[in-house]
């Protein structure tokens, strides 16, 4: 997010006020500034927590189903940055933090490969017992295994897939009951969950307020 504050019609401050902003010495400019973008940080935590977009509706949900909440560690690495002691920017201090937040913002998609899931959740040990993240993902797609007595199959249980198979032998089972091949990269879709941003008129009360406390 960020906040020009050269006089326009689009933006949120009125001429005066802006004209008084700029009036300010730039130091006191720039204090100003990263304290609107504090509070500004402040809200998008808030959405963030409550899974809730800047307009109050609900975050898309997850395409895998899970309940886990989204974003919940984007709030963190925020930071107000003020370039030339008039422009504030709400960003995140790494560069892919802050790519990844930009998708959920704006929604597109994304190519991921075998090697940056390897950077990011680290590479797995194939001989570890099945996950159980596996063992439900295995569950879902109708793995089955003998029965003790009689003839046929019945479903496995989470903890019998995690007795029996190693970690690279479920994701082998996996893919062949999804019907899907080992890939090295992939597209990602991702919903626009926009947690950033402000309406110009909260924007200006805002601002207003800073300005008066600063004048005091």
Excluded: C
């Amino acid at each position: 997010m960020s906040l020009s504050i050269q006089p326009n019609k689009q933006q949120a401050l009125k001429l005066g006020q802006q004209l008084a902003l700029l009036a300010m010495p730039p130091k006191k400019r720039t204090r100003l500034l990263k304290q609107l973008g504090r509070i500004e940080r402040t809200k998008a935590r808030k959405r963030i927590r409550s899974q809730q977009t800047v307009e109050g509706a609900k975050f898309a949900p997850r395409k895998d189903g899970r309940k886990k909440k989204i974003l919940k560690k984007m709030g963190k690495t925020l930071e107000p940055y003020v370039i030339d002691a008039n422009r504030l920017e709400l960003k995140h201090k790494a560069a892919l933090t802050g790519r990844i937040a930009a998708l959920h913002q704006l929604g597109g998609s994304e190519k991921m490969t075998s090697g940056r899931m390897g950077k990011i959740h680290g590479k797995p040990d194939y001989d570890e017992p099945a996950s159980r993240t596996q063992s439900k993902a295995l569950v879902a797609a109708g793995y089955k295994v003998r029965k003790a007595k009689g003839k046929g199959f019945r479903r496995a249980s989470l903890r019998e897939i995690s007795a029996r198979l190693s970690q690279g032998q479920a994701g082998l089972i996996l893919r062949k009951l999804r019907g899907k091949t080992s890939r090295n990269s992939w597209d990602i879709e991702v919903d626009a969950r926009p947690f950033l941003g402000d309406t110009p008129a909260n924007v200006q009360n805002e601002l207003v307020k800073l300005m008066e406390q600063a004048r005091g």
